[in-house]
DNA sequence: TTGACATGCGACCGATCGTTCGCTATAATA
DNA sequence: TATTATAGCGAACGATCGGTCGCATGTCAA
């Protein structure tokens, strides 16, 4: 029963900080959303502040589980379209899953002001992509599916453009199927300018 | 001296919205700052919400001057080393002047909260910069310096990556000199991948 | 049954918030 | 000169903030 209370009011803080962002949340408003009196938040924390660093520990334990781990890098595709249908994928459930999206959104908001979120901001939003698309190149270019460059170059000038796409449904939700759209486009167009053969 | 007043209090807005945000800024520090007694301020704002607006007015009008007039376009690169010239002399402007960077700060944190915000934000990340260079790649591609594409979105994968890196920039100031070197190798990657001729 | 502990609650505290008030000094207008 | 408007100030207001306190309840081991 602790426990739980524990988790749902992390649950609760990451929705409220990344719509309202630390400073314009209190715990008031937080409990009552949980049914809680605002008195029994400091059974489990000992202060607004202890809640803010549990939850950025959780972000980034949840980060480095789910991005960080080499096993868990995606196969690396056996055709162009295969880059495609991957990235789509991928893209897919980043921009659908709410807590994801929260964490992303909670990073815009706190990122100039906490030296962790900044961190993990840009892990978020530049080096992990990066990171995780390099060896994917690499591989496809082994497999002569892509031409021979630098795969981290590639990986940057591939990532980027899906990222800011990426925040741009952050920012403006109804825009999302819009976005979907662009970044496939986009990532055809970049097979076809980076690919070894002319058919997409 | 009252329109001055008024300008540096909005300077002061500016400057202290975009390190703690709205909610975690009070007037209080934000007059003293200027030497100015709190309630001083409200002979030339109505309120707290008011200078918000009167800021987000200014940010706005200064975009559109700066960044949103036609006639304001930088002239097509003759040589593709030309373009990285270019944008080598932009994002340099773009990365140290204070309040521009405090500007994309400020609506980096407040993006999700304002609309106006949060509309400028999708100007200043993302669509402004692409419909920058889109006429400048298309001329480009009339002189032959680029392959023959689609020039909105040759833009879009030119602009994004280097605007990741000005945020890096904003949110990592002492890998501004990174950040720059990085922009130029992707300007020049980019040349090699999208230009006619094989020298870059 | 009893004692200890964990978890919840409302009342309350001091600090700080945005804002208003009454007053003064200055500068422009008549 | 007399009057009026402008712009500054410190004191104080009510509201709200994060946080504490004492007490009630439930659980579980002894």
């Known amino acids: 029963?602790?426990?739980?209370?524990?988790?749902?009011?992390?649950?609760?803080?990451?929705?409220?900080?990344?719509?309202?962002?630390?400073?314009?949340?209190?715990?008031?408003e937080l409990t009552a959303s949980l049914g809680l009196g605002k008195s029994s938040m400091y059974r489990h924390f000992q202060s607004k502040e202890d809640i803010w660093n549990a939850l950025l520990d959780e972000m980034i334990a949840y980060y480095a589980e789910r991005f960080g781990s080499p096993e868990r890098l995606p196969p690396v595709p056996d055709t162009p379209e295969g880059l495609v249908e991957m990235t789509m994928r991928m893209v897919?459930?980043?921009?659908?899953?709410?807590?994801i999206m929260m964490t992303r959104k909670l990073l815009s908001i706190e990122q100039f002001r906490d030296e962790r979120a900044r961190d993990l901001a840009t892990r978020h939003f530049l080096t992990g992509l990066e990171q995780m698309f390099t060896p994917i190149f690499a591989g496809?270019?082994?497999?002569?599916l892509l031409r021979c460059d630098d795969p981290?170059?590639?990986?940057?000038?591939?990532t980027a453009p899906i990222s800011a796409l990426i925040h741009l449904c952050d920012r403006e939700p109804e825009k999302t199927g819009e976005a979907l759209g662009q970044i496939e486009a986009f990532s055809r167009h970049f097979i076809r300018a980076y690919g070894t053969t002319e058919k997409g």
């Open 140 to 144: 496809m270019m082994e497999k002569g």
């Open 1 to 28: 029963m602790a426990k739980d209370t524990k988790e749902r009011i992390l649950a609760a803080a990451l929705e409220m900080f990344s719509r309202n962002g630390y400073a314009g949340t209190n715990i008031r």
């Open 92 to 99: 897919n459930v980043t921009v659908r899953d709410e807590r």
């Open 152 to 158: 981290a170059m590639l990986a940057f000038a591939y």
